[in-house]
C-alpha cells in the first residue's frame, strides 16, 4: 500500500512545553527523509506521533486519505506493523540468536492470540523462514543467522534490526538517531542499507539524524526542526549557512562519516529526488 503521509497542524504538549508545535508536511511515498535539529527540538516526538506511540495534543495524520489519528485497535496495529521503527539502541533480544530476533518482525501479522502464540514458540513458517534469510544475506548477515545478537558488532546489530522491521513489509520506517552509537564505519553501513530499503523497495524512510553532513549525503529531502516548529524543509542544496544557522542557533555538529573507499562512477551517481 502506498500514500503520501500527511501532517496537519500536528502539536505536542507537555505541560508548559510544545515538544511539537503546529507542524504540516506532505511526504510522498518512496521520499528518503532526513530529520535535523538540536537535541529537544521535537525530532523524536514527530517518530512517535507517527507511529501512534504518542498521541497528539491537536492537528491530523492522514495516510493515503485515511486519517490515521483516528485509528483504533486492530486497523491501529496494521497502522503500527506499517510503521517500523528504528532506534539508536537496536532494541535486539541479545540472547537471541539472529535469525530469531529477525523473526521476531512477524509477529505483529499475525491475527489473533493464537497465531502469534505460534510464532512465539518458533513455529514460524517456510516462507517466513525464507524471508528472513533473504533480508539477511541482502544485508550481508546470512554467516551470523545462528549467533547470538550480542556476538554482533553495533553496525551489524542495527542492520539486524533493520531485518527485523522489513519482516513487518513497512509502508515507512521511522528511523530515531539509527547512527548515533556506531563508529563512522558501521554508521555507514547502517545508512547504506537504508538508503538501499529506501530506493530498491520503495519504502518511506523518515530518519531523525544528529550529524548533518549524513543528512545532507543520504537524503534528498532534509526537514529541520527548532523548538517543536519545521524551520527548514527542502533539498541538501538549499540548505545554506544562514538556514543551518536558523536550525542550530549556533554551530551545527557536523563530524563528517569517513569517505567512501572508492568514488562512485558518474553513471550510478544517486538520483536525488525530492518532491
Ligand atoms: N514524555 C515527555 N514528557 C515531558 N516532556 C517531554 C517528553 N518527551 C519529550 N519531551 C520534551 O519535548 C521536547 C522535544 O523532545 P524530543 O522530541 O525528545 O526532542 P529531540 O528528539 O529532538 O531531542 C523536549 O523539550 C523534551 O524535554
Ligand atoms: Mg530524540
Given at each position: 500500500m502506498s500514500g503520501t503521509l500527511e501532517l496537519h497542524g500536528l502539536s505536542r504538549r507537555f505541560g508548559a512545553v510544545a515538544a511539537l508545535d503546529d507542524v504540516s508536511l506532505a511526504i510522498p511515498q518512496g521520499q528518503m527523509v532526513g530529520i535535523i535539529g538540536r537535541s529537544g527540538a521535537g525530532k523524536s516526538t514527530l517518530l512517535r506521533l507517527l507511529n501512534r506511540m504518542a498521541e497528539p495534543s491537536a492537528g491530523a495524520i492522514r495516510f493515503g486519505g485515511q486519517e490515521v489519528t483516528a485509528l483504533r485497535g486492530q486497523a491501529l496495529r496494521d497502522w503500527r506493523t506499517g510503521c517500523a521503527m528504528i532506534f539508536q539502541q537496536f532494541n535486539l533480544v541479545q540472547r537471541l540468536d539472529v535469525l530469531s530476533n529477525v523473526l521476531v518482525g512477524r509477529l505483529n501479522h499475525r491475527r489473533g492470540v493464537l497465531a502469534r502464540m505460534d510464532a512465539l514458540l518458533g513455529r514460524f513458517t517456510a516462507e517466513e523462514r525464507a524471508m528472513a534469510?533473504?533480508?539477511?544475506?541482502?544485508?550481508?548477515?546470512?554467516?551470523?543467522a545462528l549467533q547470538r545478537a550480542e556476538t554482533l558488532s553495533g553496525g551489524q546489530q542495527q542492520r539486524v534490526a533493520i531485518c527485523r522491521a522489513l519482516m513487518q513489509q513497512p509502508r515507512l520506517i521511522l528511523a530515531d538517531e539509527p547512527i548515533?552509537?556506531?563508529?563512522?564505519?558501521?554508521?555507514?553501513?547502517?545508512?547504506?542499507?537504508?538508503?538501499?530499503?529506501?530506493?530498491?523497495?520503495?519504502?518511506?524512510?523518515?530518519?531523525?539524524?544528529?550529524?548533518?553532513?549524513?543528512?545532507?549525503?543520504?537524503?534528498?529531502?532534509?526537514?529541520?526542526?527548532?523548538?517543536?516548529?519545521?524551520?527548514?524543509?527542502?533539498?541538501?542544496?538549499?540548505?545554506?549557512?544562514?538556514?543551518?544557522?536558523?536550525?542550530?542557533?549556533?554551530?551545527a555538529p557536523r563530524a563528517p562519516l569517513e569517505p567512501e573507499p572508492a568514488a562512485v562512477p558518474a553513471g550510478l551517481a544517486p538520483n536525488w529526488s525530492v518532491a
Open positions: 534469510l533473504e533480508a539477511l544475506e541482502r544485508f550481508d548477515l546470512l554467516p551470523t548515533a552509537s556506531l563508529d563512522p564505519q558501521n554508521a555507514r553501513t547502517v545508512m547504506d542499507a537504508l538508503r538501499a530499503v529506501n530506493r530498491q523497495d520503495g519504502i518511506t524512510v523518515l530518519v531523525n539524524l544528529h550529524h548533518l553532513d549524513t543528512a545532507r549525503e543520504y537524503c534528498g529531502r532534509i526537514i529541520g526542526m527548532s523548538a517543536g516548529r519545521v524551520v527548514f524543509d527542502g533539498p541538501p542544496e538549499a540548505l545554506t549557512e544562514a538556514r543551518i544557522a536558523q536550525v542550530y542557533g549556533a554551530a
